[in-house]
């Protein structure tokens, strides 16, 4: 292909891919004063690794992550990683909210991947800085279709913002690459790299309550029933507890804190359509208990009314909320 970039603005390819004659290049990312542009290879994952894309993609972000991490703060590896990912917790979630952002997409075919080819297939330079000469080449990643051993060539990171910025956008451009060609819908492929690549990081958000459920024979079973009506619950008490020992960082929006925790306690429960302002609690064993459902129907709620306050003051209200709730119920029900 020819380029008018000069030598030293393009990235080598790995010595090891070169070796290997099943390496593929999965990932080209070039940087111009616009952002990140990448040419990405689709379909490789699930075609030849029986890997789920978004989950493959998001576990190599997630080690090319780790890596540059320990380059840029090398004093105290683990402490930089986590420090990698809470700053990508509010990039992403921008990502997520803005469906239109970086288009910037080149996605080959995923054919012919297999070895077929000598030197190792290459992905092409993204369009948008072909004819760029401020352009600068910042990630090549190969990997072997035998052994899922990846390759890298890194470089032009200077700090952990930095980094995290330009990852949630490259994450941002694969996952269209993955709606371009395999129908993958964009809001959901970067909920689940969002989750895999925090995951993969070590990084936890909230701590999510245990839900009570319980049948009247008092065997295990997926509800409880609350009235005529059977759901799943939660100790009270022990929400607030999760809740106010969870503590949000200062970057952390309203929307942030009132989607993480709805995420967190709709994590396998039945939620149906309903009234989304009256929280519901009853006794059980001795312990006010609230529905889990109604309570993530009040959560999204929220959020969608949530505006720009930040995620402490969210906090602080769901608290109130909550306590002046068993009060009420105490009071009522006792």
């Not at 995290?164 to 964009?186: C, M, N, P, Y």
């Not at 709709?266 to 009853?282: M, R, Y």
Request: with cysteine.
């Amino acid at each position: 292909m020819m380029s008018s970039h000069r030598h030293d603005t393009h990235l080598t390819i790995p010595a090891s891919a070169l070796r290997d004659r099943s390496s593929v290049e999965m990932l080209r990312v070039w940087f111009n004063e616009d952002g990140p542009h990448c040419s990405v290879r689709a379909g490789v994952w699930e075609e030849h690794f029986g890997v789920n894309e978004p989950t493959g993609w998001a576990t190599l972000i997630a080690d090319h992550l780790r890596e540059l991490a320990n380059g840029i703060a090398p004093g105290d590896p683990g402490l930089s990683i986590v420090a990698v990912g809470r700053a990508l917790i509010p990039d992403l979630d921008s990502e997520i909210a803005d469906a239109s952002a970086y288009p910037r997409i080149v996605a080959p075919p995923p054919s012919g991947v297999a070895g077929k080819r000598k030197p190792p297939l290459e992905l092409p330079i993204p369009p948008a800085v072909r004819r760029d000469h401020d352009a600068f080449e910042m990630i090549r990643v190969w990997v072997s279709v035998g052994d899922r051993h990846g390759s890298a060539k890194l470089g032009g990171f200077r700090s952990i913002p930095l980094l995290a910025r330009i990852f949630s956008k490259v994450t941002r451009q694969i996952a269209e690459a993955l709606h371009s060609s395999r129908g993958r819908d964009v809001g959901d492929t970067l909920r689940t790299m969002r989750s895999v690549i925090l995951s993969e990081l070590g990084v936890s958000e909230v701590q999510q309550p245990t839900p009570t459920r319980r049948e009247a024979d008092g065997s295990s079973a997926p509800i409880v029933h609350l009235g005529d009506t059977p759901m799943a619950c939660t100790p009270l008490k022990a929400l607030i507890e999760a809740i106010r020992s969870n503590e949000p960082q200062s970057h952390h929006s309203s929307v942030w804190f009132y989607r993480a925790w709805a995420e967190a306690i709709a994590s396998g429960i039945a939620v149906e359509d309903g009234p989304d302002e009256e929280l519901s609690v009853t006794w059980l064993d001795g312990e006010l208990h609230i529905a889990l459902p109604v309570l993530t129907r009040y959560l999204r709620s929220q959020e969608v009314s949530a505006g720009d306050r930040s995620a402490w003051e969210s906090r602080e209200d769901l608290l109130v909320v909550l306590s002046n709730l068993g009060s009420m119920a105490e009071h009522n029900l006792a």
